[in-house]
């Protein structure tokens, strides 16, 4: 038994044995504190390096190149994480920004060599019951930010990175007005087999005439922004695709997540085609920096807590409601991001919008 295992047996015992992972961090009494002073412990051990010392001590791989903070131009580095993939044979670092606290893939990958990312099989688990989670967690999330997604009236939507379709079906049902676009050919024609109103289309947002002539009421991102090698260059373009009034919804994953601060390098969002990490304090960089009026964000339970079918008992589940609230810990990020101030006043009654102007 490893040393941490031994330790928590000590601590907790074998009462939190049987929780899942992903939640045992949330509901173990104490844990959510003595996680935040283990990551800020790390931080403070992490050394920050000029960008030049850096280069010269990290190996650079084909399809990589060394890139500075994208949000607040610092050039400095802190070494934080080394996730691998033990199965499919990848590994990167991932760096801290030492003044906005921004974490990202150092070296990153090359815009032009994304498409290396995906070589093989990039959508073909969208099936099943992986798509059936999917979903539910569109779902979920839509019903977080009350009704500007609960019914579309007709008003235009684009779903970036619309993959398979999965998220565009969900839209034409509610009545949206739903086109999608992606980069990958094989998973528009897919999504196009399967919708009946909505129409994916292939190529970058100003390939296809109808969607670079913008009019947008609402533009959705699931688990692309991680994704994104160059956010502010797409997040501009995207704003500029808005209607007056519009709002942008993001899903990705939670760079404050409190399992981040205990699983470290094996965080469940380190995957293979994440670039950068965004977190409720970075988040609003990136959409001040590209026109957004506001942002609001939406804690994350996890699915089977939001959706009442988790196993955990009522107290702990309680629990794990508090301390992702208290920490803005989920493991997922919720951001519904206002393009003007007629969009603040429209969707964002019942939200805690915060001002980015
Ligand atoms: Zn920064």
Redesign the pocket.
């Known amino acids: 038994m490893s040393v941490k295992r031994t330790l928590s047996r000590v601590v907790y015992g074998s009462r939190y044995d049987r929780i899942p992972r992903g939640q045992r961090v949330y509901v173990r009494p104490g844990e959510r504190i003595a996680r935040e002073i283990q990551w800020r412990l790390r931080i403070r051990r992490a050394p920050v390096l000029r960008f030049q010392d850096y280069r010269e001590r990290t190996l650079l791989g084909e399809i990589e190149e060394f890139v500075?903070?994208?949000?607040?131009?610092?050039t400095r580095q802190q070494p934080m994480f080394q996730p691998t993939g033990d199965k499919q044979g990848w590994s990167y670092r991932v760096v801290r920004?030492?003044?906005?606290?921004?974490l990202y893939r150092n070296p990153n990958i090359r815009p032009d060599r994304l498409g290396d990312l995906y070589a093989t099989g990039y959508d073909g688990f969208l099936t099943g019951r992986y798509a059936v989670s999917r979903q539910r967690r569109h779902r979920l999330t839509m019903d977080a930010f009350g009704p500007v997604l609960s019914s579309g009236q007709g008003r235009r939507l684009l779903d970036f990175g619309c993959g398979t379709g999965l998220f565009l079906r969900l839209a034409e049902r509610r009545g949206f007005d739903a086109a999608g676009i992606d980069r990958s050919p094989d998973s528009v024609a897919a999504a196009n087999e399967r919708l009946t109103s909505a129409k994916a289309h292939a190529g970058a947002l100003e390939d296809v005439p109808a969607v670079a002539a913008g009019g947008f009421d609402v533009i959705t991102l699931w688990s692309v922004l991680a994704r994104l090698p160059r956010p502010i260059d797409d997040f501009r373009r995207l704003r500029s695709l808005l209607a007056p009034g519009g709002v942008l919804l993001v899903l990705t994953v939670n760079a404050a997540s409190l399992q981040l601060k205990a699983y470290g390098s094996g965080w469940s969002g380190f995957t293979g085609n994440h670039l950068m990490f965004y977190s409720a304090e970075?988040v609003p960089?990136l959409l001040r920096r590209t026109g957004f009026a506001g942002v609001a964000f939406a804690p994350f339970y996890g699915d089977t807590v939001e959706a009442s079918t988790t196993r955990l008992p009522e107290r702990l589940s309680r629990r794990l409601r508090r301390n992702v609230e208290i920490s803005g810990g989920g493991n997922m990020l919720r951001a519904l991001a206002f393009a003007d101030d007629e969009a603040v006043e429209r969707w964002g009654a019942n939200l805690q919008v915060r001002r980015l102007s």
């Open positions: 500075t903070c994208h949000l607040c131009g610092e920004c030492p003044a906005c606290g921004f970075t960089a």
